[in-house]
């Protein structure tokens, strides 16, 4: 019963993965689709997926033979039927959505997904920019409480995978918005935009793997506005298309931070569990001093989504 064996969902769907892209690119540059291509910036992108790649096979394995070694203390063993599948799937996509969340305020966990927010494009190709260091994070813990209700391992990696196959077409621009219940429920392209947008009003919102409900319901849920375009890559562009830059610049900047001579030790700690753009001196721009800065340029966007009441930044 515990040797399960299901389909690798996300190799399946490389043929398509590669497909989409080149009919995208087709469209964009005929003029038939909106969005953007830039040669070496895609070439990176695709890389960086091939290194995600190879990390899985190297590395993934520990990760699955942790969970599966946590088996043997589950609660419950709720087999293999079409509910329980379904209930993986709905519940991984809320463990997704607090990972995802943990990864853009714990600089820790922001080092590996950084890479994925580095192209100032936004496009197919800007989805198979993914991590190479994901294992080192240790998020994997986060599928244990699902483990222990008893959700088999198996079942929650294949479940996984549809996941992981929705958020690939969601990143392009040549899909505007789509119908309201679709946008209400789903992730969708404008919805993702968002959350890869630099824009002050964007940072740190739609977190959301496939259901966009958990955004709304825990109120980190922004629209996009048209008078308010996305613009794409992180808060200081990395300037470089050297995929092993992309892949290690925020994990080497972070060591940097957290041994440099003449802090105390709270403050190397912080260096590594604070949100991304917190420094002990107060130096460095974190979101919320963004926002609040924002605010303080444009007094009448006070109060909209994603923006705070005021232009004063939030204590430490």
Not at 54 to 64: D, P
Not at 83 to 108: E, G, K, N
Not at 152 to 175: D, K, M, S
Not at 195 to 217: E, K, V
Request: charged fraction near 15%.
């Amino acid at each position: 019963m515990d040797d399960y064996n299901f389909p690798e969902v996300t190799q399946l769907a490389i043929p398509f993965f590669v497909a989409a892209i080149l009919i995208e690119l087709w469209l964009v540059r005929t003029g038939r689709a909106k969005g953007s291509f830039e040669t070496r910036d895609t070439l990176t992108s695709l890389m960086m997926g091939t290194g995600n790649v190879v990390a899985g096979l190297l590395l993934g394995v520990v990760s699955y033979w942790a969970l599966l070694w946590l088996w043997q203390f589950r609660f419950f063993n709720l087999g293999l039927s079409v509910w329980v599948f379904l209930a993986a799937f709905l519940l991984d996509d809320l463990r997704y959505y607090v990972y995802h969340r943990i990864a853009h305020r714990v600089r820790w966990v922001w080092a590996e997904h950084v890479n994925h927010h580095s192209s100032q494009h936004y496009n197919l190709s800007t989805a198979l920019r993914q991590s190479w260091t994901g294992l080192f994070t240790f998020m994997f813990v986060l599928q244990a409480p699902l483990v222990l209700l008893g959700f088999h391992p198996a079942v929650i990696a294949f479940t996984f995978g549809f996941n992981l196959v929705w958020q690939f077409w969601i990143h392009t621009e040549a899909i505007g918005k789509m119908w309201g219940w679709f946008e209400f429920i789903f992730n969708t392209p404008s919805h993702h935009r968002v959350h890869h947008a630099t824009n002050p009003r964007y940072l740190d919102a739609n977190y959301a793997g496939t259901l966009i409900i958990w955004d709304r319901m825990f109120g980190t849920f922004v629209a996009e506005l048209e008078e308010d375009r996305p613009r794409y890559g992180i808060v200081k562009n990395l300037g470089t298309f050297n995929p092993l830059k992309v892949a290690f610049h925020e994990w080497i900047g972070m060591f940097r931070d957290a041994f440099a001579p003449g802090l105390t030790m709270r403050d190397r700690i912080n260096y590594l569990i604070k949100p991304p753009g917190w420094s002990h001196d107060g130096s460095r721009e974190t979101s919320e001093s963004l926002k609040a800065a924002y605010v303080r340029r444009n007094p009448g966007e006070a109060g909209k989504p994603g923006l705070p009441m005021t232009g004063v930044e939030p204590a430490e």
